[in-house]
């Protein structure tokens, strides 16, 4: 398996492993609202703000996820992780965790200081995430499921509390991500 940055023509592949695994999972409407995401992210986000990752074997894109940034007053590096999706056929296999992993030390290596995502905190805990409260980390809009709020330090210390309202890139600025 190799982890690569995607390039410009990976991302149809990408956008459709989206669109079918969150389907497959979720039901049809999740996996168009996810699908659109992707595009949205693509489309819609500065190349400075945005970080794509992917596994492939033998040329397929079986693995995917995004970094976008989140902007705090306090002009910390930060990025969201979301989403991630993994081939049906390929799950269970590590690839996600691989990917996360290889994406965090990306990350440190451009001096990111901390990594946050909305999800299970069961999966997200295998790769370093601990659940972090609100008034530590305000999230961009309402949580829907507050448990899932997710991060962790990338530079070795614990989480610092970060003040004011966080922004995200415009693809996430819809409710309905949250």
């Known amino acids: 398996m190799k982890l690569r940055h995607h390039t410009k023509n990976d991302s149809r592949a990408i956008v459709q492993l989206f669109e079918s695994v969150f389907a497959n999972s979720e039901g049809e409407s999740e996996g168009t609202l996810i699908g659109r995401l992707a595009i ?84 997200y805990s295998k790769v370093g995430f601990r659940a972090i409260s609100h008034e530590t980390v305000m999230a ?20 610092e509390t970060l003040s004011g309202e966080c922004t995200c890139v415009e693809a996430f600025r819809e409710p309905a991500y949250w």
């Not at 990025?79 to 965790?97: E, I, N, T």
């Open 40 to 123: 949205d992210l693509f489309e819609k986000t500065d190349e400075c703000d945005l970080l794509n990752f992917v596994a492939e074997i033998d040329g397929q894109i079986i693995g995917s996820i995004f970094f976008s940034r989140l902007r705090f007053v306090d002009c910390i590096q930060a990025f969201l992780l979301a989403p991630v999706a993994v081939h049906s056929d390929h799950q269970r296999k590590g690839v996600g965790q691989a990917l996360i992993r290889h994406g965090l030390n990306a990350l440190r290596d451009e001096g990111a200081s901390v990594a946050l995502t909305y999800g299970d905190p069961e999966f």
């Open 140 to 159: 961009p809009f309402e949580l829907s499921q507050p448990e899932g709020w997710l991060g962790q330090s990338l530079v070795g210390n614990s989480i």
